[in-house]
């Protein structure tokens, strides 16, 4: 009977020592696990920050490139216009207008060129601003997500 209850009492003691050991593990690891996910939390909100600049950026090279657009429209309408009438006054006899049709074909080409740049400059900013989007909306997740954890961690 001795022997019995000095064999428990040993049982006990090594369970209660691995209890203790397990409990302050845990909570040791818990805590790097809280102290990574504020990491994380503050990380992304460093993310989020610069997406939203990128995307203020963004928004505003889109408006740079639609004027710079529309300016070259306008310019092609009115070489087109002024081609037009040059066309006119060279029917009538005109010589020196005949030269300046030359150069109105010349700014049309040219127009033409830059009005497709822009526009390409345009489709270039949107993909970039719908990728920032999706950063963002990512960060947001994310953040979302961390602070969750942290929540799950503290909680147990």
């Given at each position: 009977m001795r022997r019995f209850f000095s064999h428990l009492l040993a049982v006990c003691l090594l369970g209660l020592g691995t209890a203790l050991y397990a409990q302050t593990t845990d909570n040791s690891s818990n805590n790097s696990d809280i102290k990574s996910d504020r990491k994380d939390v503050r990380q992304d909100r460093r993310d989020l920050h610069n997406d939203r600049k990128d995307i203020r950026k963004d928004q505003k090279d889109i408006n740079h490139d639609?004027?710079?657009?529309?300016?070259?429209?306008?310019?092609?309408?009115?070489?087109?216009?002024?081609?037009?009438a040059d066309r006119k006054d060279c029917k009538a006899g005109d010589k020196a207008d005949c030269k300046d049709s030359r150069n109105d074909r010349k700014d049309i080409a040219k127009d033409k060129r830059d009005l497709h740049k822009d526009q390409r400059d345009i489709n270039k900013d949107r993909k970039d601003l719908h990728a920032d989007r999706k950063d963002a909306r990512k960060d947001r997740k994310d953040i979302r997500q961390d602070r969750r954890d942290i929540h799950k961690d503290k909680k147990g």
């Open positions: 639609r004027a710079d657009r529309n300016g070259d429209r306008r310019d092609l309408n009115r070489d087109r216009r002024d081609l037009t």
